[in-house]
């Protein structure tokens, strides 16, 4: 892909703008190509499909208890409407996750096969890994599910069920090794396993034990910052600010365009289509997935106001972008060199 330190012809951009990537390398390049030159892209690269919105843990960082809407499973239509489509127009990576857990939809293990039988490259689950059943593990691992990340905070079942408040830290080591059982049984290189864990209030020497704890374990251990929620998750009771490692940039008077609005667009479970993987009400919906089709949503105008309002820092203080401070948040994060003193 041409770098972009280089002058663009218009017909480029219109190529670069109509591409479709076919392998990891492609997506990871094109993503940053569509933020870095705020590219009208045909349709997203990643789309998120909601199983549900229901959740069976109360996580300290996660402000669950608050979210307004009903909680629901998603309709077979809305769910085989939004696989279809992302098949149909060339979206790289569907992620079976937003705001719930999405195996207490027993019917998620379905929506997995059907996407790979479209041919999606990339479908993936984010899970706590506490309510899957041990056929479905089986399951994930004969239909070909790319990629699994695995919520999984805390070395001890105390610290666990600290940070997640149910007692499933047994069980969750219980899925996991089932998982790789049924990986050695079918000879599958598949699914590709990540840990994902929320700073909370640990230190570097405790994240540093884990990840030495699990790092020959796993393909991947993702330390992820914490992000706000618009203030709004317990432990910010005790502990004041998120803790974001010093990595992410959270001013407001010099922000910049979300990346996610060039990015990513979530299907919710009632079938509200949304910009945004941190708004859990969807205020920010630029329709139903009854009425329209991901790409109309995406090129349509409620899209590119929202752009524009990101692009030139002008966001109206009634909509819920104005107080947000997880902006920073989707670029590059591992390896990121922490912010100078001036910059915090």
């Given at each position: 892909?041409?770098?972009?330190?280089?002058?663009?012809?218009?017909?480029?951009?219109?190529?670069?703008?109509?591409?479709?990537?076919?392998?990891?390398?492609?997506?990871?390049?094109?993503?940053?190509?569509?933020?870095?030159?705020?590219?009208?892209?045909?349709?997203?690269?990643?789309?998120?499909?909601?199983?549900?919105?229901?959740?069976?843990?109360?996580?300290?960082?996660?402000?669950?208890?608050?979210?307004?809407?009903?909680?629901?499973?998603?309709?077979?239509?809305?769910?085989?409407?939004?696989?279809?489509?992302?098949?149909?127009?060339?979206?790289?990576?569907?992620?079976?996750?937003?705001?719930?857990?999405?195996?207490?939809?027993?019917?998620?293990?379905?929506?997995?096969?059907?996407?790979?039988?479209?041919?999606?490259?990339?479908?993936?689950?984010?899970?706590?890994?506490?309510?899957?059943?041990?056929?479905?593990?089986?399951?994930?691992?004969?239909?070909?599910?790319?990629?699994?990340?695995?919520?999984?905070?805390?070395?001890?079942?105390?610290?666990?069920?600290?940070?997640?408040?149910?007692?499933?830290?047994?069980?969750?080591?219980?899925?996991?090794?089932?998982?790789y059982h049924y990986k050695a049984?079918?000879?599958?290189?598949?699914?590709?396993?990540?840990?994902?864990?929320?700073?909370?209030?640990?230190?570097?020497?405790?994240?540093?034990?884990?990840?030495?704890?699990?790092?020959?374990?796993?393909?991947?251990?993702?330390?992820?910052?914490?992000?706000?929620?618009?203030?709004?998750?317990?432990?910010?009771?005790?502990?004041?600010?998120?803790?974001?490692?010093?990595?992410?940039?959270?001013?407001?008077?010099?922000?910049?365009?979300?990346?996610?609005?060039?990015?990513?667009?979530?299907?919710?479970?009632?079938?509200?289509?949304?910009?945004?993987?941190?708004?859990?009400?969807?205020?920010?919906?630029?329709?139903?997935?009854?009425?329209?089709?991901?790409?109309?949503a995406w090129q349509g105008d409620?899209?590119?106001?929202?752009?524009?309002?990101?692009?030139?820092?002008?966001?109206?203080?009634?909509?819920?972008?104005?107080?947000?401070?997880?902006?920073?948040?989707?670029?590059?994060?591992?390896?990121?060199?922490?912010?100078?003193?001036?910059?915090?």
């Amino acid at each position: 892909m041409k770098s972009i330190n280089n002058m663009f012809a218009a017909y480029e951009l219109r190529e670069l703008a109509a591409f479709t990537p076919k392998n990891r390398q492609e997506y990871l390049d094109i993503n940053q190509t569509a933020y870095n030159l705020k590219l009208n892209t045909r349709v997203p690269t990643t789309v998120h499909i909601e199983p549900t919105n229901k959740c069976n843990q109360t996580c300290v960082m996660c402000v669950h208890p608050d979210m307004q809407r009903p909680v629901t499973f998603i309709d077979d239509d809305i769910a085989l409407k939004a696989i279809d489509q992302c098949a149909e127009f060339g979206v790289y990576a569907v992620h079976f996750f937003f705001f719930g857990e999405p195996f207490l939809n027993r019917k998620t293990v379905d929506y997995i096969r059907i996407a790979k039988q479209k041919g999606i490259p990339l479908v993936s689950v984010t899970t706590n890994f506490t309510s899957i059943k041990d056929a479905e593990i089986e399951r994930l691992v004969v239909d070909g599910l790319d990629s699994i990340h695995i919520s999984f905070e805390g070395l001890s079942r105390e610290k666990y069920e600290a940070i997640r408040g149910t007692d499933s830290y047994e069980r969750v080591l219980r899925n996991i090794e089932r998982l790789y059982h049924y990986k050695a049984k079918h000879k599958s290189e598949k699914p590709w396993v990540s840990l994902t864990y929320v700073r909370t209030e640990e230190t570097d020497e405790q994240i540093e034990t884990f990840q030495s704890t699990w790092k020959d374990k796993v393909n991947s251990i993702h330390i992820s910052p914490q992000f706000d929620y618009l203030g709004r998750a317990p432990i910010r009771e005790t502990q004041g600010d998120p803790n974001s490692e010093s990595i992410l940039d959270r001013s407001s008077d010099d922000r910049l365009a979300c990346r996610q609005l060039w990015l990513r667009l979530v299907v919710l479970s009632n079938g509200e289509l949304v910009p945004c993987s941190q708004n859990i009400d969807g205020e920010l919906s630029l329709g139903n997935i009854r009425d329209m089709t991901i790409a109309e949503a995406w090129q349509g105008d409620k899209m590119l106001d929202l752009r524009a309002q990101h692009i030139t820092n002008r966001i109206p203080s009634d909509c819920v972008c104005d107080k947000c401070i997880d902006w920073d948040w989707s670029g590059r994060v591992v390896d990121r060199p922490k912010l100078k003193d001036d910059d915090a």
